[in-house]
């Protein structure tokens, strides 16, 4: 089956600091992946969508230069939290559709950050 | 827009109960509609699934019909164990590639022996 990983799997970081979550689709090409945010007891929330070399889309409300999303190749999509702040405490998900798969998305087992 | 909502939980049942979680939507066109469950801790499986009208989604138990005169897609199981406690979420896709997922609030399942 098609499996997405991300890591780290958890994150600790001190406020102002960047941090990199990555995205990989480890046995199919991604031609799509979305972020998704979770706050605790909720659902998720898109944040944003991108296409394998083209830039992603935000939804509103959601910062592209807080949130800054590459999709460089079909199986690596990265998500930089610039300048984090204890607002930004949450839990990422990405999830990926790929070619052969119509439309089903094959999520990661998220990320925790937590910023201090 | 498109749009899920579910049965807000908590959901508590002893092992072996019969579990409904209903969920309905709001959507053009002809979505796509999945179940998809969260143990603590850890990202999004999905459970089940159903791409047109009358289909039943099954999996591990669980089923779930897509009705459109009713715009429905219910979660069922007839038996529930311990295991399945957790949050399960309904969610729609349009049936182009690229589309997001649209999710419901999720609704948490505690089953006690």
């Known amino acids: 089956g098609a499996v997405v990983s991300q890591h780290p799997s958890r994150v600790i970081c001190k406020s102002g600091t960047s941090v990199k979550i990555e995205c990989r689709s480890l046995?199919?090409?991604?031609?799509?992946m979305f972020w998704y945010r979770q706050f605790p007891k909720q659902s998720l929330m898109l944040m944003a969508t991108s296409n394998e070399g083209s830039k992603a889309t935000y939804e509103q409300g959601v910062e592209k230069d807080k949130f800054l999303i590459n999709h460089a190749s079909l199986t690596l999509s990265t998500l930089t939290v610039t300048s984090a702040h204890p607002e930004d405490s949450s839990f990422y998900i990405c999830?990926?559709?790929?070619?052969?798969?119509?439309?089903?998305?094959?999520f990661g087992p998220g990320t925790r950050l937590t910023v201090l | 827009g498109n749009s899920v909502t579910q049965m807000e939980g908590p959901v508590t049942l002893s092992e072996e109960a019969f579990l409904t979680i209903n969920c309905t939507y709001t959507?053009?066109?002809?979505?796509?509609l999945f179940w998809y469950v969260q143990y603590p801790g850890e990202g999004l499986q999905l459970l089940l699934k159903a791409t047109k009208a009358d289909d039943k989604g099954s999996n591990k138990g669980f089923e779930a019909t897509y009705r459109k005169e009713t715009t429905s897609f219910h979660l069922e199981k007839g038996s529930v164990q311990v295991s399945d406690s957790a949050v399960y979420f309904c969610a729609l896709s349009g049936n182009q590639a690229g589309t997001a997922l649209i999710f419901g609030k999720g609704t948490t399942l505690s089953v006690s022996s």
């Open positions: 999830s990926a559709q790929g070619l052969g798969y119509y439309n089903e998305q094959f």
């Open positions: 046995d199919f090409q991604a031609t799509t």
């Open positions: 959507a053009t066109g002809y979505p796509s």
